[in-house]
């Protein structure tokens, strides 16, 4: 079974960072692209960022292109997201997702962790 | 950026009956591969989403067949049939054909 968990929200100061992990198991992690989603207060799903799992391509959505970065460390099975610069509406809740290549975009999800970005 | 919109926002239906919401694409989804990567998920309060269909009409596994996808192009339609308590909540549609991937607004489906 596919298990994605997430880890490392918190409460952060407006311009502070944070890294947000995503451990993976139950699949091959190392075949499979990732994503990262949040999901602000009462809003809806927002995409933010993919990263492939071979190749070296990754997608940012223009909201945090600069001010966040994916990766992933196959050998470990884990999935990352350091978020720099961070501002009030970027408190949410931070999902990982798995990409099924030629199937779709997101069929499984961890259960998030929460960033809130407040002073 | 393919913009995606549903409609109806918000959704009352009574148990038994069916519901339908709609998604439409600003842009075709009809991948240069030949597929069309249109999804649906549906979140209830308090959970990530669990992915409902894929491709526009096939279910994932688990997913009762009184869930349906139909549509091409830039129109598409969910269709709920016989609606039970556990269906509430929000159901969104989501393209994989371009990125950025983008969602729609999200629709709540109520009892």
């Known amino acids: 079974e596919v298990h994605l968990v997430e880890s490392g929200g918190g409460l952060v100061q407006p311009g502070g960072s944070l890294r947000l992990s995503c451990a993976a198991s139950g699949f091959i992690f190392s075949n499979y692209p990732m994503n990262w989603v949040r999901q602000a207060p009462g809003k809806g799903l927002e995409w933010l960022s993919y990263?492939?799992?071979?190749?070296?391509?990754?997608h940012y959505a223009d909201s945090v292109r600069g001010r966040f970065i994916i990766s992933r460390d196959n050998a470990k099975n884990s999935l990352y997201l350091q978020m720099d610069s961070l501002r009030d509406e970027d408190t949410a809740v931070y999902y990982c997702?798995?990409?099924?290549?030629?199937?779709?975009?997101?069929?499984?999800w961890g259960q998030g962790t929460l960033v809130t970005v407040s002073s | 950026e393919i913009v995606m919109t549903q409609t109806p926002l918000s959704s009352p239906v009574t148990l038994g009956q069916s519901a339908s919401i709609s998604c439409r694409s600003s842009q075709s989804l009809l991948h240069s591969d030949g597929n069309t990567y249109l999804s649906w998920l549906h979140q209830r309060p308090g959970q990530p989403p669990r992915p409902l269909i894929y491709k526009i009409s096939n279910r994932f596994s688990g997913v009762p067949d009184r869930f349906s996808g139909s549509g091409a192009g830039t129109d598409f339609t969910l269709k709920i049939s016989r609606v039970e308590d556990e269906d509430v909540g929000v159901y969104y549609c989501t393209q994989a054909s371009q990125f950025p991937y983008t969602f729609g607004q999200g629709t709540k489906l109520e009892i």
């Open positions: 990263i492939h799992h071979s190749v070296n391509v990754i």
């Open positions: 997702a798995r990409t099924w290549e030629g199937i779709t975009n997101f069929d499984s």
